[in-house]
């Protein structure tokens, strides 16, 4: 009786952990090279054993999804993923580089192709539920939905432009918080939002930079 991850026999105690996130339903630790989210006490899981255990087995770079169960007296009681280093997190997206911006849209892009793939469906994709440190990671899968469908091309645009929405945002938001007018964010807004589906995010954004080396410098040439 106790914690196990996956069939390991595991002892939790304060030296191990170092709290580094809270949320609503849960907290996550560092735990020796990994993160690990683990459900507050007397709350039902925010996701399934099943669709977790689904998750568990594909592979993806930086959409985060679980690796090892945790279970508590047989319970399923949270999840370890890969552990996003803190460094770096005072970068700023509209500053990075138009080559890494673009590259950062396409690996995130390959993973929701990979996902869309496997039926699931990507939920609660929001800045809140990502990290920037130079690359960008979406960190919380519990929202996730694997569906019971055999075609699977309208669920990729789908999630395709949902990484494209939480990219409007984060721009949007780190323009206001540089000071930026809520006009000139509305129309970058508006500008984003004329990405047709069919179009990956990662050719939009290259042509519509042009030889603006990054998102600050594109949105100043506008003005």
Known sequence: MGYKLDDKDIKLSGKQLQ????????????????????????????????????????????ILLPKRLLFYNHSFRGYTYKLVS????????????????IGNTSILEEDASTLSGKRVLLNGIEPANSIFNGDLYLTDPTGYRVLDI??????????????????????????????FSSKVEREIKGLLELKDEDEDGSSYFKNIMGNCDTIKQFVKKMQ
């Open 150 to 179: 055999e075609e699977t091309e309208e669920l990729e645009k789908m999630n395709k432009y949902q990484i494209h929405l939480l990219l409007s945002a984060l721009i949007c938001q780190e323009l206001r918080n540089n000071n």
């Open 86 to 101: 803190r460094k770096g997190t005072g970068k700023r997206l509209i500053m990075l580089p138009k080559d890494e911006l």
């Open 19 to 62: 709290k580094i996130g809270t949320g609503v339903k849960g907290d996550v630790y560092k735990y020796r090279e990994d993160a690990l989210k683990i459900f507050r006490q007397g709350t039902e899981p925010p996701i399934d054993l099943e669709t977790a255990e689904y998750l568990a087995s594909i592979s993806t770079s930086q």
